[in-house]
């Protein structure tokens, strides 16, 4: 089986789309020619000429409103905002049309379009490189919200979105373009060649929207999480010995809260964990939920650990990031609560 | 600098408020059939005067004259008179209906009618728009049914939409007429990725989008124009300039800019400013725009001059914010007269069958509207389920939301 790396698969996903579907286009800033300034589009132009894969202006609110006009038509763009911290300018595009246009014109027309941007920290972008916006999209009613954590997810999640008859927006943790980065700064990261989930499926496959994955079967406290924050979940377990079942949510929007009633119902604790900020993050909308449907199986309260209530800094990264230090002890609170 | 005196913001205000004398003087009308009509493949560089003069065809007299004269026969100047005819009274029928409190909310054309009318006859089947709110004469000149028109603003059992949308935010894919959004400027862009696919997929149909004078000044309609002229989309991009965006006048969208027009210059777009409440203009410059379009010429600028005589929709009062007597004093008149007159002239029309034909038409939209009401009110009568307001959010309706639907009892 091919051994890739985030970026590669998600370019094999494009690849095998556009391959089978005349109707997938793929643009964005940078996209065309140069293949991405992350090369998730490297070679498309190349294969499937400038009609299929182009260079956008600088305009994300150009990039989705024109996406949104072409799948109204019967494309289905897959459009590339450069960095998720770039897509402010298109989020009126996004929430007041793309979201809403099979609801308000009941069926006439629809939006099967796919947003996929890089999300997240850890490589010193300062606050404009680094933030993860998700929870501003899993507020929006018609949106589905995706955020992959390895190559064999990132794949098969991308071509699920792509054939999806609705508008998804795709977040690809940059932090793990390369390896399964453990929120250990200091240390080298493992490259996706030497990880399993490294080993990605040549051709067509997908993985299902809506479905989480447990990464981590374990019976002492779940922890609920997705992206970058997988990994580090799995490297605080690890270093503090607690049996941590980590369930990686893969899709926020629709979310399968049965996989997170079952394991919180079997471990009676749970800990939820990702980079972006507290306060009315999507961790509020897990903690509302698990309290609600395992509340009498709860045997402390639910945790959040997350970055803090601030800009995401540049020099202060690291004490930033929720980091598996402070996964840790919020796990080891909750097992002595 | 020491010595200079201190700043101060220039805040632009109208010539005229309530109270006031109106006056126009300062809008620069040029004489019918006064304007050049190039060929449509004509270097843009050479069109840029077609931005600051405005075409017209009808001159005083009730004649059509000029070079952009001359492409619609007698009958179908008739159907063009009859379709704003149409428009003005189904107009005046929900105006009151709002007032009855069968709907919530309503929006008028008055002094329009020609822009969309007449536009919707310049396109072919297959080709789509992306209107606002105040381009209902697209599904009136394209024989949308006025009882589904009706049954969308009553909001009742038979609303095509369910009742998921404000009243007139009408939608037909049938009909070449995307959904409209009630944001504003939005769907400017959408109109250009549309044109684009037709051309990425070597099609022959083209979009046109509209926006109105006050939102040019989004966003979207700049990123509208970099990605209509970067990629030559076949798309006619048209401003409804009416002169009132609710009660801010047009100076404070437009800025030191001349004209809307204008702004097409910058990125090497044809702009051209045509007579709004000249049918005959406004047919054939939607032509010129949209055979270039079709041609693959790339994207052509509108600018429709006009007047909004009405308010800007059922909750403002006009006279609050503008003389009264503003409309009246407005100097391109009104598009249905000018039509009559014209059709008058040619010997085609007279005052007793326009008499005849508004009564005529007036039965016409009173018996739509009694159809239309056997389908319910907005406050009575049948109306869409409340499952409807669960469905259609997604393909497929997701465990959440069937969670809720169950929760509200449906």
Redesign the interface.
Same mark, same amino acid.
């Given at each position: 089986m091919p051994r890739m790396t985030m970026i590669e698969a998600i370019r094999d996903a494009l690849d095998v789309s556009m391959g089978r579907d005349d109707n997938v286009?793929v643009f964005g800033e940078d996209v065309g020619y140069f293949g991405g300034v992350f090369r998730c589009t490297a070679g498309l132009q190349q294969k499937y000429g400038r009609?299929?894969c182009f260079d956008?202006?600088i $305009?994300e609110? !150009?990039i989705v @409103?024109?996406?949104? @006009?072409?799948a109204?038509? !019967?494309?289905k763009p897959c459009v590339e905002v450069q960095f998720a911290d770039y897509v402010y300018?298109a989020y009126? #595009?996004i929430v $007041?049309?793309a979201a809403? &246009?099979?609801?308000? $014109?009941? @069926? #006439?027309?629809?939006c099967p379009m796919v947003v996929r941007m890089p999300t997240g920290g850890g490589i010193f972008g300062g606050q404009t490189h680094s933030q993860s916006p998700e929870a501003l999209f899993t507020h929006v009613? @018609?949106l589905?919200v995706v955020e992959p954590s390895n190559p064999v997810d990132a794949k098969g999640l991308l071509i699920a979105a792509i054939e999806d008859?609705?508008p998804v927006i795709f977040l690809e943790p940059k932090r793990l373009y390369n390896g399964p980065f453990d929120g250990h700064h200091d240390r080298p990261v493992t490259p996706w060649s030497k990880h399993a989930l490294g080993e990605v499926e040549a051709g067509h496959y997908t993985v299902p929207l !809506?479905k989480a994955s447990v990464r981590r079967e374990g019976s002492a406290l779940t922890v609920l999480t997705y992206g970058t924050m997988v990994y580090v979940a799995e490297a605080a377990a690890e270093e503090t010995g607690i049996d941590a079942e980590i369930i990686d949510l893969r899709t926020l +929007?629709? +979310?399968d &809260?049965d996989a997170i009633t079952t394991s919180v119902k079997k471990t009676g604790r749970c800990v939820v964990v990702h980079e972006a900020t507290l306060t009315s993050g999507f961790g509020a909308e897990l903690a509302a939920l698990v309290q609600q449907h395992c509340f009498y199986n709860l045997e402390a309260p639910i945790a959040r650990v997350t970055g803090w209530d601030t800009p995401y800094p540049h020099a202060q990264e690291w004490d930033y990031f929720p980091g598996p230090a402070r996964i840790g002890e919020a796990m080891r609170e909750a097992m002595e609560a | 600098m020491a010595d200079a005196p201190p700043l101060s913001l220039y805040v632009p205000e109208p010539a005229v408020r309530p109270g006031d004398t109106p006056d126009f003087s300062n809008v620069v009308i040029p004489k019918a059939g006064s304007v050049d009509r190039p060929p449509v493949d004509a270097d843009p560089e050479s069109l840029r005067d077609l931005a600051f003069s405005i075409i017209r065809v009808l001159n005083r007299k009730g004649e059509a004259v000029g070079p952009w004269a001359g492409l619609l026969t007698p009958d179908e100047l008739l159907e063009g008179l009859k379709h704003m005819m149409t428009l003005r009274a189904f107009d005046a029928r929900m105006q009151t209906a709002q007032r009855q409190g069968k709907t919530s909310f309503y929006m008028q054309h008055m002094g329009e009618e020609a822009v969309s009318c007449a536009f919707r006859k310049a396109l072919e089947p297959g080709d789509m728009n992306f209107p606002t709110y105040r381009q209902a004469g697209l599904l009136i000149a394209g024989d949308y049914p006025m009882v589904d028109m009706m049954n969308q603003i009553y909001s009742n059992e038979a609303d095509p939409l369910k009742g998921r949308q404000l009243p007139i935010m009408y939608s037909s894919k049938e009909h070449g007429f995307f959904s409209i959004s009630g944001n504003l400027g939005t769907q400017f862009v959408q109109a250009v990725g549309w044109a684009m696919a037709s051309a990425i997929k070597n099609d022959t149909r083209i979009a046109a989008g509209w926006i109105g004078d006050g939102s040019t000044a989004e966003s979207d309609f700049h990123a509208a124009l970099v990605f209509a002229s970067t990629y030559r989309a076949p798309v006619v991009l048209n401003i409804v300039n009416n002169q009132w965006a609710i009660s801010t006048f047009q100076g404070i969208a437009r800025g030191g800019s001349g004209t809307f027009a204008a702004r097409g210059l910058g990125f090497g777009i044809p702009s051209l400013r045509v007579d709004g409440n000249d049918y005959l203009a406004v047919h054939a410059v939607a032509k010129w725009a949209v055979e270039r379009a079709r041609r693959n010429l790339g994207p052509t600028l509108v600018e429709y001059v006009t007047y909004r005589v009405g308010a800007h929709s059922t909750s403002d009062d006009p006279s609050a914010y503008r003389a009264k007597a503003e409309s009246d004093a407005w100097p391109l008149g009104d598009p249905v007269l000018r039509l009559k007159n014209h059709l008058i002239t040619l010997g085609a029309w007279s005052d007793e069958r326009h008499t005849q034909a508004e009564a005529e038409i007036l039965d016409t939209v009173i018996a739509a509207q009694k159809e239309a009401e056997k389908h319910g009110t907005l406050h009575s009568g049948g109306k869409p389920s409340t499952r409807d307001m669960f469905e259609g959010v997604y393909e497929e309706m997701p465990p959440h939301l069937r969670r809720q639907r169950q929760q509200a009892g449906v």
């Open positions: 286009v009609t299929r956008a202006p $305009s609110l !150009g @409103g024109t996406a949104i @006009g072409m109204a038509y !019967g494309l300018p009126d #595009q $007041s049309e809403r &246009l099979r609801y308000r $014109s009941n @069926g #006439q027309f629809t009613s @018609g589905k008859p609705d !809506g +929007l629709p +979310l &809260l | -």
